[in-house]
């Protein structure tokens, strides 16, 4: 499951001039990032080896500094998060970094196997990184039968859900933390949970096997804003998802879809979710030049209205009609998008 080397077997995008659909990589900056990313951090001391090591330079870090993972390291935090409720500090401005896809490195790996890791990394203030990492949480499972007996065979509902742990890797309350380079997987909730915050930047990574079922997400917003830019997702529950509370939002574009997925891709919870006897879902997304290729499920879903209008356009659709891959309300705009992963149409 981990360590996954996603092979893109066909082009993600189709058509071209003003007819360009679906997801396209830069020149170094590949999708999913890794091999031929090139907006990478050098060490410019030791590199860290070991748990304590990390903990020590992310305690005296400061706004600017870089603290760097061996390339080849394995930072083990199961033991302490299980026994000490251990939470890996990011100062605001400090980037936290390995070599993932230099020479062909992996990354540093940075783990946790302990189910209530909650969160594992917490960037505590604002125009922090993570990158070039691998970040491990401890259950990239669906948990099907839990979620049914939860739900479905009267056993509590939500009460006796929650009392099985939830996990999360990246966490934050603060402004533009930017998480690009990195392979995440494992998290029972969220792969990266941006609570709070404006400008934040998910770029270039590979996001996969977050899918608990009920949450499982790869990028989660409370009252949030982001760019969500150039990553492939595979076996998430939804890839992005937002509570929809006013004023968050989010623009996607050039992200792939790879294929599985346990519900729909893309999502914003409406009021009906929240029970705030309202109707809102999120202020505003712009969802363009991404590719679905996942099967038997929406690609879209937003479970209520925006405050501004949501803008869906030029992505690359394995449905053939709007219907099949898109589920909303009013102030959505779908157009100039193609249809169909064989001979797609252009509308």
């Not at 870089?66 to 500090?89: K, M, P, S, Y």
């Not at 783990?111 to 990158?131: E, M, Q």
């Not at 259950?139 to 065979?153: G, K, Q, V």
Request: hydrophobic share 30%; with cysteine.
């Amino acid at each position: 499951m981990f360590n996954a080397r996603p092979t893109l077997h066909e082009s993600p995008s189709t058509g071209s001039g003003r007819k360009a659909c679906g997801a396209s990589a830069r020149r170094g900056r590949p999708l999913g990032g890794g091999v031929g990313y090139t907006d990478i951090v050098r060490a410019t001391g030791s590199p860290v080896t070991r748990l304590d090591e990390l903990l020590e330079a992310l305690s005296t870090a400061r706004s600017g500094e870089t603290v760097f993972i061996d390339g080849d390291a394995t930072i083990e935090c199961t033991e302490r998060v299980f026994i000490e409720q251990l939470v890996l500090e990011v100062p605001g401005g400090v980037t936290l970094a390995s070599d993932r896809g230099v020479d062909g490195s992996s990354g540093g790996l940075i783990r946790s196997d302990a189910f209530a890791t909650r969160p594992l990394i917490r960037v505590g203030g604002a125009d922090a990184r993570v990158t070039g990492l691998r970040i491990q949480g401890p259950n990239p499972r669906r948990c099907l039968e839990h979620h049914d007996r939860s739900f479905h065979e009267g056993h509590g509902g939500h009460d006796y859900y929650y009392k099985f742990p939830i996990s999360v890797g990246i966490e934050t309350q603060s402004d533009q933390l930017r998480v690009d380079n990195c392979e995440l997987a494992g998290w029972s909730h969220s792969a990266v949970h941006l609570m709070k915050g404006e400008g934040h930047r998910v770029q270039h990574n590979f996001i996969h096997h977050n899918q608990y079922n009920g949450l499982g997400y790869g990028v989660s917003h409370d009252r949030a804003g982001s760019l969500i830019e150039g990553n492939l997702f595979n076996s998430n529950r939804h890839s992005i998802a937002g509570t929809g509370r006013s004023g968050s939002g989010y623009e996607a574009r050039h992200n792939v879809e790879l294929g599985r997925t346990l519900s729909h891709c893309f999502d914003m919870h409406g009021g009906r979710d929240r029970k705030d006897g309202t109707n809102v879902a999120g202020g505003w997304m712009h969802i363009h030049h991404n590719t679905f290729w996942a099967t038997r499920r929406c690609a879209i879903v937003i479970r209520g209205v925006s405050e501004e209008e949501t803008l869906i356009e030029r992505n690359w659709f394995r449905q053939r009609t709007e219907r099949g891959a898109i589920r909303c309300e009013e102030r959505v705009n779908v157009r100039d998008n193609a249809w169909g992963r064989d001979e797609p149409e252009f509308r």
